[in-house]
């Protein structure tokens, strides 16, 4: 596992485990979390929106392995933002967890009109040393700009949808200049964005005996995009694990860039509702 480290020091794995409607109980969430630990994952993402925050909680809890060595990121949800309700959300994950501490607490999408309102709670959660990094996700340029504008502590980073279709370049591009690590949900498109059948990605794997998979997760870890890929099956949890023995060359990386199709399988940032 690679590692990188965010503004504040903190150390982060660059892939992790996604977790959004990766089981239909409570059952499957905690097999599939317990099932990445035990492959070698160490960092596992959710958000109060998943409604699996107890799952991921108990299954880190019971993994056996020592709670510094998980990283953990959970995402406040834009209605305890409206409600200002931002310290009592903190709690109740932290509640629905079990935990100590939370490693990354984010903004999982802008609201309009408080964008960058919030942030001052998020930074006063950050002084109360429950949690080690506090972050956006889902924000365009103009929202970090908001949020940059009253931050005393910087954004360590911003969670986007990613992948070779929409790379959003522009995004990590800014992200960067203000040291702020970029991340990828959604790394491997979708049904609705089939890009794993693309002959680009299929073509680059054969090069490397890897599956178009493998190969999107290393583009964006040789770009300096943290992954957060989401399965719940064990083999293809390994398959997007096993992707630190090779590397793409620049021209690989340049052909994957050129695959944009500025095409969303999300919604869009400026378009979201609570």
Same mark, same amino acid.
């Given at each position: 596992?690679?590692?990188?480290?965010?503004?504040?020091?903190?150390?982060?794995?660059?892939?992790?485990?996604? =977790?959004?409607?990766?089981?239909?109980?409570?059952?499957?969430?905690?097999?599939?979390?317990?099932?990445?630990?035990?492959?070698?994952?160490?960092? !596992?993402?959710? /958000?109060?929106?998943? #409604?699996?925050?107890?799952?991921?909680?108990?299954?880190?809890? &019971?993994?056996?392995?020592?709670?510094?060595? !998980?990283?953990?990121?959970?995402?406040?949800?834009? =209605?305890?933002?409206?409600?200002? +309700?931002?310290?009592?959300?903190?709690?109740?994950?932290?509640?629905?967890?079990?935990?100590?501490?939370?490693?990354?607490? #984010?903004?999982?999408?802008?609201?309009?009109?408080?964008?960058?309102?919030?942030?001052?709670?998020?930074?006063?959660?950050?002084?109360?040393?429950?949690? %080690?990094?506090?972050?956006?996700?889902?924000?365009? $340029?103009?929202?970090?700009?908001?949020?940059?504008? @009253? /931050?005393?502590? /910087?954004?360590?980073?911003? @969670?986007?949808? #990613?992948?070779?279709?929409?790379? +959003?370049?522009?995004?990590?591009?800014?992200?960067?200049?203000?040291?702020? *690590?970029? @991340? /990828?949900?959604?790394?491997?498109?979708?049904?609705?964005?089939?890009?794993?059948?693309?002959?680009?990605?299929?073509? $680059?794997?054969?090069?490397?005996?890897?599956?178009?998979? @493998?190969?999107?997760? %290393?583009?964006?870890?040789?770009?300096?995009?943290?992954?957060?890929?989401?399965?719940?099956?064990?083999? %293809? +949890?390994?398959?997007?694990?096993?992707?630190?023995?090779?590397?793409? =060359?620049?021209? &690989? *990386?340049?052909?994957?860039?050129?695959?944009?199709?500025?095409?969303? =399988?999300?919604?869009?940032?400026?378009?979201?509702?609570?």
């Amino acid at each position: 596992m690679e590692n990188i480290k965010l503004n504040n020091g903190v150390e982060i794995p660059m892939l992790g485990l996604g =977790t959004y409607k990766i089981g239909s109980n409570d059952d499957d969430v905690y097999n599939a979390v317990r099932s990445a630990l035990d492959i070698g994952y160490r960092h !596992i993402d959710t /958000a109060t929106l998943y #409604l699996n925050e107890k799952p991921v909680g108990k299954a880190i809890r &019971e993994s056996g392995i020592p709670r510094d060595e !998980i990283f953990v990121t959970t995402k406040l949800w834009g =209605t305890d933002i409206i409600n200002n +309700q931002i310290q009592e959300a903190f709690e109740g994950s932290l509640q629905n967890m079990g935990l100590d501490y939370i490693d990354l607490y #984010l903004i999982h999408w802008p609201v309009k009109g408080m964008v960058g309102s919030p942030w001052k709670e998020m930074e006063k959660i950050y002084h109360s040393k429950k949690v %080690r990094a506090i972050g956006l996700s889902n924000h365009l $340029i103009h929202h970090l700009q908001e949020v940059l504008e @009253q /931050a005393t502590i /910087a954004p360590a980073v911003n @969670q986007i949808e #990613l992948h070779p279709y929409l790379i +959003q370049q522009d995004v990590v591009d800014y992200c960067s200049k203000h040291n702020v *690590i970029p @991340q /990828a949900w959604s790394p491997l498109g979708s049904s609705k964005v089939p890009l794993l059948k693309d002959e680009v990605l299929i073509w $680059i794997g054969g090069k490397y005996g890897k599956s178009p998979a @493998q190969v999107v997760l %290393r583009w964006n870890i040789q770009k300096g995009i943290i992954a957060i890929p989401k399965s719940s099956n064990k083999e %293809r +949890q390994a398959e997007n694990f096993d992707i630190f023995d090779f590397e793409l =060359t620049p021209e &690989e *990386i340049q052909q994957i860039n050129d695959l944009d199709k500025s095409h969303r =399988t999300g919604a869009h940032p400026d378009q979201i509702e609570f």
